[in-house]
């Protein structure tokens, strides 16, 4: 900034006039240009406005359920000693390893009025939880709890044990001193790992198609959308939006890896 205001004040009245007229040209054209190119994606908002949404509010329950979960989860794996702790995070882990049309399926099994537990959740719910949105955010859930999982409980192991048997002699009971002390200590990592499970949630398409289906105004997010619209122009529309949520999550979480150095 400073060589740039040098150059300005050595600049003469006709050469500033030059530059301002340059800048001016290359600020509308690079206006014009970025609004040409956008036309056509606003164009179609009306068509992808309606999977986005759906997209944003499946995603929202699932990373907080998934973020809720996982870090309690975390939390008893981390703290927890008994046998078996390694064993539980891997089945906790398995949406990750397993492709996800298998992880719909078996949700499917589970869910689906048609079996015993299925049968018995419909019936205690209230109404049926496949091929509706709630299905959708079932799927979504389960894709994005590993993630949060796993990163809290590699937070919360990497607390200093002195800072917590501080407050336990400072007469702070376990459940004060895990949430005064520990979890406030873990929030990067905890953080970072919500972001990437909503990431993983937003993106969320084999489970989802399985368990939620396709149908349109109604389980149609926003990935199941761009695969029914790729021979269409409003898929272009589609595939901008969910490289811009990419780009957001993981700037948010190269953010919060780099404020944790």
Known sequence: MQRIHKLAQSLGGKEKKAAIAVAVLLGFGLGFGIARLMAGYIAYWGVVSGP???TLRVASV????????????????????FPGRDLLETVGSLPIILPPTVIGYYLLE????????GGFLTRTVGHV???????????????????CLRAARTA????????????????????????????????????????????RALGEYGATLIVGGDINGKTRTLSLAVLDSFTTPERNTMLLILVLMAVTAMTGVGLLGRSRS
């Open 62 to 81: 699932a990373t907080v359920v998934a973020g809720i979960t996982g870090v309690a989860s975390g939390y008893v794996l981390a703290k927890g000693r």
């Open 110 to 117: 589970v869910l689906s009025p048609g079996t015993l537990a």
């Open 129 to 147: 939880l496949v091929y509706n949105a709630t299905g959708c955010t079932i799927a979504a859930t389960v894709a994005a709890y590993p993630f």
């Open 52 to 54: 986005f949404l759906l």
């Open 156 to 199: 919360i192991e990497g607390v200093d044990p002195t800072l917590e048997q501080a407050a336990r002699t400072m007469g702070l009971p376990n459940w004060r001193v895990a949430l005064q002390v520990t979890l406030p200590l873990a929030r990067r990592g905890i953080a970072a790992g919500l972001t990437i499970g909503c990431a």
